[in-house]
């Protein structure tokens, strides 16, 4: 088996008879301007014709690019399949049947399904969308976990029961989402950290053989949120630390590189290359924000209103929701979003709300139903000090369910609290049994 590396989350898991590759962003912005790619890709859409099968673990941009996949010659995409997790929302099967690829599967996520002779492929669907991937081939087992939330051993142990043992872990190595405000280093360098730890927990459950350090070789590209470099994860860093805490063999690829994993990597290059990268972003120039008219801003809202009302139960949104004020940073102005009312201006007093951000960014929260998603992601807000962030995200959590193609009614809150409480309930027995 060989891996070709494409970049951040994207790479080649060639095994002869099968190229699949994983998520590919190659080029261009993502989450609303928040994101760049730290190193450039080598991989162009010409190579694309190297490639049998496409796997989307999720939706979010870094992973899913529709703008990428339309610049892929249409000759060339009628000779890649596409595999992806069943959701109910299907846009993502959808799109690319619209773009002309080959072929679109539905990945069954209770069983193995057969590529070619002796490679076979394992999804299943996570939290909130993502999913995650093992490849069997007759001489190695790959495990991608990418961004999938595997934070306990609980967690972790699941996936294992199904995958068995693990030649190769890809995991993410550092946080990729707003992690506190401009001032909170110590709290950006604890999420950091729990990265590492996190790292170390899936090594000690998975046992691989050797950990590749994935989805993380980004960088904060705007001024909204650029102070959240100086704390993310280093790839050298990572790289020692793995060393250090676990037993697996790390392995850090560059864009372009190839590795035979039969055979024994040096990474020194690639860790060179990437340094090289990271002295880059201090002087990189930044993103700045667009001012929204305000009347813009007030009608997006009004629909967005409405879309909430159409697609959920009304007693549930009344119930969830309740008014929340936001301080728009480039007007230096107070609005308040309400079902009931709309967006209206109603100050000036920053400390009285729930989030501060700016006009471009809260349209296109308004606009898009993954928008406050992607303003999570982005990290292009801040919370005042006695804000309720909860009473804010929740009108755009509920409009990312929607995204998914789910209604947030009472039979939605049973299903998404009954596991929890399974869960917890199951976490409860069996440290109680570890303590006899």
Same mark, same amino acid.
């Given at each position: 088996?060989?891996?070709?590396?494409?970049?951040?989350?994207?790479?080649?898991?060639?095994?002869?008879?099968?190229?699949?590759?994983?998520?590919?962003?190659?080029?261009?912005?993502?989450?609303?301007?928040?994101?760049?790619?730290?190193?450039?890709?080598?991989?162009?859409?010409?190579?694309?014709?190297?490639?049998?099968?496409?796997?989307?673990?999720?939706?979010?941009?870094?992973?899913?690019?529709?703008?990428?996949?339309?610049?892929?010659?249409?000759?060339?995409?009628?000779?890649?399949?596409?595999?992806?997790?069943?959701?109910?929302?299907?846009?993502?099967?959808?799109?690319?049947?619209?773009?002309?690829?080959?072929?679109?599967?539905?990945?069954?996520?209770?069983?193995?399904?057969? $590529?070619? #002779? *002796?490679?076979?492929?394992? =999804?299943?669907?996570?939290? +909130?969308?993502? &999913?995650?991937?093992?490849?069997? /081939?007759?001489?190695?087992?790959?495990?991608?976990?990418?961004?999938?939330?595997?934070?306990?051993?609980?967690?972790?142990?699941?996936?294992?029961?199904?995958?068995?043992?693990?030649?190769?872990?890809?995991?993410?190595?550092?946080?990729?989402?707003?992690?506190?405000?401009?001032?909170?280093?110590?709290?950006?360098?604890?999420?950091?950290?729990?990265?590492?730890?996190?790292?170390?927990?899936?090594?000690?459950?998975?046992?691989?053989?050797?950990?590749?350090?994935?989805?993380?070789?980004?960088?904060?590209?705007?001024?909204?949120?650029?102070?959240?470099?100086?704390?993310?994860?280093?790839?050298?860093?990572?790289?020692?630390?793995?060393?250090?805490?676990?037993?697996?063999?790390?392995?850090? $690829?560059? #864009? *372009?590189?190839?590795?035979? =994993?039969?055979?024994?990597? +040096?990474?020194? &290059?690639?860790?060179?290359?990437? /340094?090289?990268?990271?002295?880059?972003?201090?002087?990189?120039?930044?993103?700045?924000?667009?001012?929204?008219?305000?009347?813009?801003?007030?009608?997006?809202?009004?629909?967005?209103?409405?879309?909430?009302?159409?697609?959920?139960?009304?007693?549930?949104?009344?119930?969830?929701?309740?008014?929340?004020?936001?301080?728009?940073?480039?007007?230096?102005?107070?609005?308040?979003?309400?079902?009931?009312?709309?967006?209206?201006?109603?100050?000036?007093?920053?400390?009285?709300?729930?989030?501060?951000?700016?006009?471009?960014?809260?349209?296109?929260?308004?606009?898009?139903?993954?928008?406050?998603?992607?303003?999570?992601?982005?990290?292009?807000?801040?919370?005042?000090?006695?804000?309720?962030?909860?009473?804010?995200?929740?009108?755009?959590?509920?409009?990312?369910?929607?995204?998914?193609?789910?209604?947030?009614?009472?039979?939605?809150?049973?299903?998404?609290?009954?596991?929890?409480?399974?869960?917890?309930?199951?976490?409860?027995?069996?440290?109680?049994?570890?303590?006899?």
């Amino acid at each position: 088996m060989i891996i070709e590396w494409v970049n951040h989350a994207s790479f080649i898991l060639d095994t002869q008879s099968v190229r699949l590759m994983t998520d590919p962003w190659i080029e261009g912005n993502a989450f609303n301007n928040g994101w760049q790619l730290l190193s450039p890709s080598r991989f162009g859409y010409d190579d694309f014709r190297t490639v049998s099968h496409i796997w989307f673990s999720h939706e979010h941009p870094d992973h899913f690019a529709p703008p990428n996949l339309r610049r892929i010659p249409p000759e060339i995409r009628q000779g890649i399949t596409v595999l992806y997790q069943r959701t109910r929302d299907k846009k993502v099967l959808e799109l690319c049947k619209g773009l002309g690829f080959g072929s679109v599967e539905v990945l069954d996520p209770n069983a193995w399904g057969e $590529l070619a #002779p *002796g490679v076979k492929v394992f =999804v299943s669907p996570h939290l +909130d969308g993502d &999913s995650w991937m093992c490849l069997r /081939s007759e001489s190695k087992t790959v495990l991608n976990i990418n961004d999938c939330m595997v934070e306990t051993t609980f967690d972790a142990e699941d996936i294992r029961k199904i995958v068995g043992d693990v030649d190769i872990l890809l995991t993410q190595f550092s946080y990729a989402n707003w992690v506190g405000n401009k001032d909170d280093s110590a709290f950006r360098k604890a999420a950091a950290r729990e990265k590492l730890d996190r790292m170390v927990m899936q090594s000690r459950v998975f046992r691989p053989r050797v950990i590749i350090p994935a989805g993380s070789y980004v960088w904060f590209c705007h001024t909204e949120n650029s102070y959240m470099n100086e704390d993310m994860n280093r790839i050298h860093d990572v790289y020692r630390f793995l060393e250090e805490r676990t037993r697996a063999i790390p392995v850090v $690829l560059y #864009p *372009g590189d190839t590795w035979n =994993v039969e055979h024994a990597h +040096d990474s020194s &290059s690639s860790l060179e290359m990437y /340094s090289v990268d990271y002295g880059k972003i201090p002087t990189s120039a930044l993103i700045e924000s667009q001012q929204v008219d305000l009347a813009e801003l007030v009608s997006s809202s009004t629909e967005f209103i409405h879309r909430l009302k159409e697609s959920n139960d009304s007693m549930i949104l009344n119930l969830l929701l309740r008014p929340t004020r936001i301080y728009l940073t480039d007007y230096e102005r107070t609005v308040e979003l309400s079902l009931r009312k709309g967006l209206r201006e109603v100050g000036r007093d920053y400390g009285s709300c729930d989030v501060a951000l700016s006009s471009e960014s809260l349209l296109y929260c308004f606009r898009f139903r993954w928008g406050g998603d992607t303003l999570h992601v982005n990290g292009r807000f801040h919370k005042p000090k006695d804000g309720k962030w909860k009473r804010f995200r929740r009108y755009f959590s509920i409009a990312s369910l929607n995204n998914r193609g789910e209604r947030c009614d009472m039979a939605y809150l049973i299903r998404r609290l009954g596991p929890k409480f399974l869960r917890g309930f199951r976490l409860l027995w069996r440290n109680s049994r570890r303590g006899r």
